[in-house]
């Protein structure tokens, strides 16, 4: 008999890798790194890290690390990330780096820092060469004797220690056998370079009085051209380019990083009846600490004493304070206002929500997007072809008798025209900026798959309860009795009310005490099935179901609002039927104007819910949402078939949810939301998480998806166009190789100047509804529930 092997937990790590500098690199360490029997990883050039799945029975830290410094890159292990469940999928969930606060990406930060004050050293000295060298090259009248060997000796050290970091990781490569981008700019500026020492000390541009004029064009010259001015002109604008790319790569994860220093560095503990000052990372879970006014709190926890307003901004985007008593749940890293706080550890650790965001984020960053996996297979044939059409090139030109200079002159022409750089940076330096800027609109997308769903999309089908709905009863209505008045009746129901823990009873108390203070109560008694009873100011008031028929009007009024999906309460005084009070679940402020930003997305919106049709009709109606557009009394698996019939009818459907029972239809969307006071389950099930439970984020995130993604694509646009456009002109002899050096490396910075454009996305709204908190249960709901 076969016995079943037990299964082996994945263990997690993440690895700094330096010396990348195009995705065909980072392609490469993949590639190297998936060979590793028990090894998984995925390796993302933009964050200069790769996230590595391992079988520990198989391969260590150690073997990953050699592995990629032998493939010719340097690796460190990121501190606070190796040796963690990998998350596969289970229950479990795994810390991440980020989740450990700042210290691997810090590691991260350092090493880029190093390598862009490198490449400014670099720069400097090379632009400061490189000026007198172009200005001697292009312009007769400062060519003096023996100019050219004056230009020369200026070139060498632009060459050689200038060019150093691209020559560098060529041999590197070439010693694996591979081709990068930089292969090509190594070949392009070695080939001028090595063309003008010929000239010089075998032809005669070395002779004393030779003078040489800069066109626009290449010119039909003999061997004695040097081109020393191109080779010393690419490499500076290359340096340039890659210094940028450098800095941009960290500005682009500055949200991340952002997000992983929000949170209090230590925190006053009680311990002994006695404040104690501890590091956030000693909390356990049942701690209580102090927080005062104007201090960060440290840790997601439960107020055990005092009242406050917490500022919530900085995770959420919520402008409008909440206020917080004893029992009110609190997030970590949000700000404490004004009063004195006891709050309670609740959570800790990698299950903080600012951890639980920071790895959304990190996930997101990591992973590749379909097009960027389609850019990593053509990076990895390009190259290859680029020095093929370089060598043909050549060869062409002398074949038809054109010279050997102006043949020369156009093959070095492909070779710098054609390294993709941009290509590289098109879509990770988006992907960064989009995802970064989303999180601080507390927009969590999950990953760039999640992009191109956005675009997809053509009918938006929303939950009612807690989505469009509040979730949390309120009292719409008062109809008095004959002889009774409405105010009267609303205060007393509520005073007997207020003594009840049932949410029906509380919606009721909580609309009395809005109007005057309650009066007291006596004698309360709960008779199950029946209702409340209590004596106020001398009245029997009892609260509940009708003991008997109503008058009509009273009887009208319970029945509409039955009708309505709202909750009727008769509140009998002294015996007799003294109102009817309706209770609901009321409409989100926000929801109206949320169905309306999303129908001029183009999405056709649609209400799917549990509750009886009158209800799901008049809630739509509220909205916006047509009538036809409602389906309701849905069981929670009727939710899926739901959405499977609207798939299956042709429609990309994405799905708005909060609930344990949405979970499942967000699975199954094409485009899953769920809102921030969700369940933990529909947030893990969705793709986009609206931290700041407010319908229309759903706009916002709709709209910051398709803008990432539309950069994404104009950046491939660029990033191709030009390479297409300019290798037929240098082909057949019509660019200038210094030129085609400059728009090669002004095509890098355009793509990612462009890319950082999404940092100025703003919200379409002004964010005006309660902040999301956690219950105990792990149930995020609004402040005010």
Not at 229 to 237: D, H, L, R, W
Not at 672 to 684: F, Q, R, Y
Not at 764 to 776: F, G, K, R, V
Request: glycine share 10%.
């Amino acid at each position: 008999m076969t016995q079943t092997q037990p299964a082996v937990d994945l263990l997690q790590i993440d690895l700094g890798v330096t010396g990348m500098t195009c995705t065909s690199c980072s392609s490469r360490v993949e590639r190297k790194l998936n060979k590793l029997d028990g090894a998984e990883a995925s390796v993302n050039f933009a964050t200069e890290s790769a996230s590595v799945s391992y079988d520990p029975n198989k391969v260590d830290p150690d073997k990953l690390i050699e592995t990629v410094k032998a493939t010719g890159y340097g690796a460190f292990t990121m501190a606070g990330a190796d040796d963690t469940p990998a998350d596969t999928g289970d229950d479990g969930d795994p810390a991440s780096p980020a989740s450990e606060g700042s210290g691997a990406q810090g590691q991260v930060d350092a090493a880029r820092e190093h390598e862009a004050a490198d490449l400014k050293k670099r720069l400097i000295i090379s632009a400061i060469l490189t000026v007198p060298i172009v200005l001697l090259s292009m312009i007769p009248a400062l060519q003096f004797t023996h100019w050219q060997w004056a230009v020369l000796t200026m070139t060498t050290p632009v060459f050689f220690w200038g060019g150093a970091p691209f020559h560098r990781a060529t041999l590197v490569n070439l010693r694996h056998g591979a081709f990068t981008m930089d292969t090509l700019i190594t070949l392009g500026t070695t080939a001028a370079y090595l063309w003008s020492l010929w000239a010089l000390f075998i032809g005669n541009a070395g002779m004393p009085g030779v003078t040489m004029e800069m066109h626009l064009l290449p010119t039909n010259s003999t061997m004695d051209e040097i081109y020393l001015e191109t080779a010393a002109v690419v490499i500076s604008f290359l340096l340039l380019g890659r210094w940028f790319e450098t800095k941009a790569k960290g500005q682009s994860s500055a949200a991340l990083r952002a997000l992983l220093d929000m949170g209090a560095k230590d925190a006053a503990v009680i311990r002994d009846g006695a404040e104690v000052r501890v590091p956030v990372g000693q909390l356990k879970v049942g701690d209580v600490f102090v927080v005062r006014p104007g201090e960060k709190i440290a840790t997601d926890g439960r107020v055990t004493e005092g009242t406050s307003a917490i500022d919530e901004s900085m995770l959420t985007g919520e402008s409008v304070p909440v206020e917080a008593t004893a029992g009110s749940t609190v997030t970590g890293a949000t700000l404490n206002t004004s009063g004195r706080l006891l709050v309670e550890v609740t959570r800790t650790g990698a299950e903080t929500t600012l951890a639980q965001m920071a790895r959304l984020v990190t996930d997101a960053q990591a992973k590749k997007a379909p097009v960027q996996r389609l850019v990593d297979r053509i990076s990895q044939i390009f190259v290859p072809v680029v020095i093929v059409v370089a060598v043909l090139t050549l060869l062409v030109h002398v074949f038809l008798g054109h010279g050997l200079a102006p043949a020369f002159t156009a093959a070095v022409a492909v070779l710098i025209i054609a390294c993709p750089c941009a290509l590289g940076l098109a879509t990770p330096t988006a992907l960064l900026v989009g995802t970064g800027r989303g999180a601080q609109l507390g927009l969590l997308i999950k990953g760039p798959e999640v992009l191109e769903s956005t675009k997809k999309v053509d009918t938006i089908v929303m939950d009612k309860t807690g989505t469009v709905t509040s979730g949390v009863m309120s009292v719409t209505g008062v109809t008095p009795g004959e002889g009774f008045d409405a105010e009267d009746v609303l205060a007393k129901a509520a005073a007997v009310e207020a003594a009840s823990e049932h949410p029906i009873a509380q919606a009721i108390a909580r609309e009395g005490e809005r109007t005057r203070a309650l009066p007291e109560v006596t004698g309360f008694t709960n008779t199950a099935g029946r209702g409340v009873t209590g004596t106020v100011d001398g009245h029997t008031v009892t609260v509940g179901r009708p003991a008997g028929d109503l008058p009509a009007p009273l009887q009208s009024a319970f029945t509409d609002a039955q009708d309505l999906g709202g909750t009727p309460v008769v509140i009998q005084i002294n015996g007799r039927n003294a109102g009817v009070i309706t209770v609901r679940d009321t409409v989100k402020p926000t929801s109206a104007e949320a169905v309306a930003g999303l129908r001029k997305l183009g999405l056709t919106p649609m209400l799917l819910t549990g509750d009886n049709a009158g209800a799901a009709k008049a809630v739509a109606a509220e909205v916006g949402i047509d009538a036809d557009h409602v389906i309701a009394e849905v069981m929670p698996d009727d939710k899926v078939s739901a959405v499977e019939q609207l798939q299956n009818d042709g429609r990309r459907v994405a799905m708005v949810g909060d609930g344990v029972n949405d979970a499942a239809a967000l699975a199954q969307a094409d485009l899953g939301l769920a809102m921030g006071a969700g369940t933990d389950v529909a947030i893990e099930a969705s793709d986009i998480t609206l931290m700041n439970n407010d319908l229309r984020s759903t706009v916002d995130a709709i709209r910051l998806s398709r803008r990432t993604l539309g950069t994404i694509k104009g950046n491939l646009f660029w990033a191709f166009a030009y390479n297409v456009a300019l290798i037929p002109v240098a082909a057949l002899g019509l660019l200038n190789p210094m030129l085609a050096g400059i728009a090669m490396a002004f095509s890098s910075v355009f793509v990612v100047s462009n890319s950082l454009r999404l940092r100025g996305f703003t919200s379409s709204h002004s964010a005006a509804t309660p902040a999301p908190t956690t219950t105990e249960a792990g149930t995020r709901q609004p402040a005010n529930a």
